[in-house]
């Protein structure tokens, strides 16, 4: 689990500081995860967090402020043995007790279904947001109660709150949690309701979503950029899930904030309004850390005393010994012990050949003592159920091959049952070299072997794993959702152990293949056509020698349904010494292009140059003599494993070609002109990199 830093961002509009002014405070939550006690940070901070010490802080802000709402921005419940063992009851009881005004739903308010969820929204007192959440069934909707925005007055201000959830749920849970759970596009449904937001006039409006910050990009996720650019009118946006603290971002006039995860920080945004006016003339917020000193409130201690009772009385029971190490970081570029026991409890419980599981990491390490089920909550956070499918061994390969798209991070999922040998730095589809059974003995290509998953693997991870998505669509593959969650078949496993020996099994030989050497390509090499397509090029450009290269580019697509990594491809224009090699990770995702050109700064120079779809290889440094113009008069992409994956001949030397695809022959172009590739072969493009 990666670790999470506050993110510091300054800004404050600034009005006039001697108008009358209302000061409203929205005190936010996200993320909570159903923490009530203080907890671990990601960064290992202790003490931190938790309902208990923010009840406390709340209800001193509110002492200072009484113009104050509260909020909550979903993922509320789920990730605890105190909120597990009431299916979230205590802290929808906490939030009610709090008064919080509105709760924004998220993701993982579906993990426990949709019964679970509906008694939740018929128990908070509050209002439920989630303006693209829509119930297709024929019974009665469960989420009657959720409204896509609500309205709140105070001192004659009227705020507008929106809620929008994450439009990818369907690609993290199974479809017997969803039943006929919609999720609309964000920015469909703001079409739809901002206008009768506008109706009503308000002073200013707020959009809860539950989609947030990602640190990686350093960037706000693409629906929220979405949304705040189609709609401006949106003063401030909160929002969630990508567990990240952002107390002040702009985005246009927009204020983006942000609170972190488990209570480990309250959000506090103040709006000032002129009170004749109405008129918002200023806006900050600031992410205030919680713990790990504040005083835990009694008050709402004592108001879920019988349910803590019955969470120390689960959680203190004894699973088994454990005679080694479990828990901790995951490793990002080997086996964990927790992945090797999640998978041999799953072999366990449903009798599976193969489990496919990835790591976990986890603030909880234990060594050489008893685990207690709450241990085990803390190691294993998620209700993912188990999922099986029928799968022959080519499928197997398949869904291996697809997956060392994330080799070296703890994405990447061990198949569990068998011994790989793989050349991680091969071809798609060709860098698993073997598989045997654990008896080492090769898979019977007659035989369809019982393949488990977690749920969330198998609704696809979020859209890492589609191609296990898809294989467990096919009818043949008679895929079950076991009504039985990983942690619960753990459960089950170490309890019979009664001694547990962590350890991991060396499922993965990482065999070092050869990128492959520079071949010579001549008339007779045959052509083996991949997703690598040359699709456009220019080769003419008058001048110096410097002005001619920067005239000379070609772009490369990925035509597959792969992400493709371009290491240890080479080019080369024919000639001796014109071919160069990538040498380092270079992904091309399915559907995108890559423009190589000698030398960036001169290329840029051309009108056509600013297009900013595509991304640019530099290989001027690389190349040697390589130039598309009158010395070379062919260009080719070698695979790595020195197999010419696609050319194209033009010029004087088209006659020398002879044994090669007519369609790979282009004419000339004029300056400022290029050639494209169209089903009927190369053409003039009169308009460069427009297509792309």
Request: charged share 25%.
């Given at each position: 689990m990666k670790k999470i830093s506050f993110i510091l961002f300054i800004f404050t509009i600034v009005g006039f500081a001697g108008a009358k002014s209302v000061d409203i405070t929205i005190l936010h939550t996200t993320d909570l995860h159903g923490n009530v006690f203080p907890t671990t940070d990601y960064d290992g901070s202790e003490g931190v967090g938790g309902l208990f010490q923010l009840a406390t802080v709340i209800e001193r802000l509110r002492g200072e402020n009484p113009n104050t709402l509260l909020v909550d921005n979903g993922d509320t419940f789920q990730g605890t043995l105190f909120s597990y063992s009431n299916r979230g009851n205590s802290i929808i009881k906490c939030l009610n007790f709090l008064?919080?005004?509105?709760?924004?739903?998220?993701?993982?308010?579906?993990?426990?279904?949709?019964?679970?969820?509906?008694?939740?929204?018929k128990q908070f007192s509050g209002a439920v947001l989630n303006a693209n959440l829509h119930w297709t069934g024929s019974a009665t909707s469960p989420f009657k109660k959720i409204k896509?925005?609500?309205?709140?007055?105070?001192?004659?201000?009227?705020?507008?709150?929106?809620?929008?959830?994450?439009?990818?749920?369907?690609?993290?849970?199974?479809?017997?949690?969803?039943?006929?759970?919609?999720?609309?596009?964000?920015?469909?449904?703001?079409?739809?309701?901002m206008p009768e937001v506008i109706l009503q006039k308000p002073d200013?409006?707020?959009?809860?979503?539950?989609?947030?910050?990602?640190?990686?990009?350093?960037?706000?996720?693409?629906?929220?950029?979405?949304?705040?650019?189609?709609?401006?009118?949106?003063?401030?946006?909160?929002?969630?899930?990508?567990?990240?603290?952002?107390?002040?971002?702009?985005?246009?006039?927009?204020?983006?904030?942000?609170?972190a995860y488990h209570g480990i920080a309250l959000g506090e945004l103040q709006l000032i309004f002129?009170?004749?006016?109405?008129?918002?003339?200023?806006?900050?917020?600031?992410?205030?850390?919680?713990?790990?000193?504040?005083?835990?409130?009694?008050?709402?201690?004592?108001?879920?005393?019988?349910?803590?009772?019955?969470?120390?009385?689960?959680?203190?029971?004894?699973?088994?010994?454990?005679?080694?190490?479990?828990?901790g970081e995951a490793p990002e570029d080997m086996e964990s012990p927790v992945q090797t026991l999640i998978s041999e409890a799953i072999v366990d419980s449903v009798n599976a050949d193969v489990v496919f599981h990835g790591a976990f990491s986890s603030c909880c390490v234990i060594s050489n003592k008893e685990m207690t089920v709450s241990d085990l909550y803390k190691i294993i956070l998620y209700e993912n159920r188990i999922v099986t499918a029928e799968l022959t061994p080519d499928e197997i390969t398949y869904l291996i091959d697809s997956m060392l798209?994330?080799?070296?991070?703890?994405?990447?999922?061990?198949?569990?049952?068998?011994?790989?040998?793989?050349?991680?730095?091969?071809?798609?589809?060709?860098r698993v070299l073997s598989i045997r059974d654990k008896n080492n003995k090769p898979l019977d290509p007659e035989k369809k072997y019982t393949v488990a998953f977690n749920s969330y693997v198998a609704a696809s991870g979020g859209k890492e794993f589609m191609p296990?998505?898809?294989?467990?669509?096919?009818?043949?593959?008679?895929?079950?959702?076991?009504?039985?969650?990983?942690?619960?078949?753990?459960?089950?496993?170490?309890?019979?152990?009664?001694?547990?020996?962590?350890?991991?099994?060396?499922?993965?030989?990482?065999?070092?293949?050869?990128?492959?050497?520079?071949?010579?390509?001549?008339?007779?090499?045959?052509?083996?056509?991949?997703?690598?397509?040359?699709?456009?090029?220019?080769?003419?450009?008058?001048?110096?020698?410097?002005?001619?290269?920067?005239g000379e580019w070609f772009v490369i697509k990925n035509i597959g349904k792969e992400v493709i990594n371009l290491k240890g491809y080479s080019i080369s224009d024919g000639d001796e010494g014109g071919r160069f090699r990538?040498?380092?990770?270079?992904?091309?995702?399915?559907?995108?292009?890559?423009?190589?050109?000698?030398?960036?700064?001169?290329?840029?120079?051309?009108?056509?140059?600013?297009?900013?779809?595509?991304?640019?290889?530099?290989?001027?440094?690389?190349?040697g003599r390589l130039n598309l113009g009158n010395r070379?008069?062919?260009?080719?992409?070698?695979?790595?494993?020195?197999?010419?994956?696609?050319?194209?001949?033009?010029?004087?030397?088209?006659?020398?070609?002879?044994n090669w695809p007519a369609e790979s022959k282009a004419p000339n172009h004029k300056v400022g002109e290029s050639l494209i590739k169209t089903e009927g072969g190369w053409e003039v493009n009169e308009d460069p990199l427009s297509g792309w």
């Open positions: 008064g919080y005004n509105i709760w924004n739903l998220g993701n993982h308010e579906f993990d426990w279904g949709i019964d679970a969820l509906a008694e939740n929204l896509p925005f609500v309205i709140e007055k105070i001192k004659g201000i009227k705020i507008a709150f929106i809620g929008l959830n994450h439009p990818d749920i369907p690609f993290w849970s199974r479809n017997f949690l969803l039943e006929n759970t919609v999720l609309e596009d964000p920015v469909q449904a703001m079409f739809r309701v200013a409006i707020i959009l809860l979503m539950h989609s947030g910050y990602d640190e990686e990009t350093h960037s706000l996720e693409t629906k929220i950029k979405e949304v705040v650019e189609i709609f401006p009118d949106i003063d401030v946006v909160i929002g969630g899930h990508t567990h990240t603290a952002v107390p002040t971002l702009m985005f246009g006039k927009t204020l983006y904030t942000q609170a002129d009170d004749e006016t109405r008129e918002l003339i200023q806006k900050k917020a600031v992410v205030i850390p919680i713990g790990p000193n504040e005083e835990q409130s009694k008050k709402i201690r004592e108001l879920v005393k019988s349910e803590l009772e019955c969470t120390e009385a689960i959680g203190t029971q004894t699973v088994c010994f454990v005679e080694g190490v479990i828990g798209e994330w080799w070296g991070t703890p994405s990447f999922n061990y198949p569990y049952g068998l011994k790989v040998k793989i050349d991680v730095d091969g071809l798609p589809g060709e296990v998505r898809a294989a467990l669509s096919k009818k043949s593959s008679r895929t079950k959702d076991v009504p039985l969650t990983t942690r619960e078949s753990v459960l089950n496993f170490l309890k019979k152990q009664k001694v547990y020996k962590p350890h991991i099994e060396n499922i993965i030989e990482h065999v070092k293949g050869d990128i492959g050497r520079f071949v010579p390509v001549t008339q007779n090499t045959a052509l083996n056509p991949g997703s690598l397509q040359l699709i456009e090029f220019a080769f003419m450009h008058p001048g110096s020698r410097s002005e001619e290269q920067s990538i040498k380092k990770d270079v992904k091309l995702a399915p559907g995108e292009p890559l423009l190589f050109c000698n030398n960036s700064e001169q290329f840029q120079k051309h009108a056509y140059a600013g297009n900013p779809y595509i991304r640019f290889f530099e290989y001027g440094k690389l190349a070379g008069d062919e260009l080719m992409i070698i695979d790595p494993h020195g197999r010419l994956a696609d050319q194209v001949v033009y010029g004087p030397r088209r006659k020398l070609w002879k």
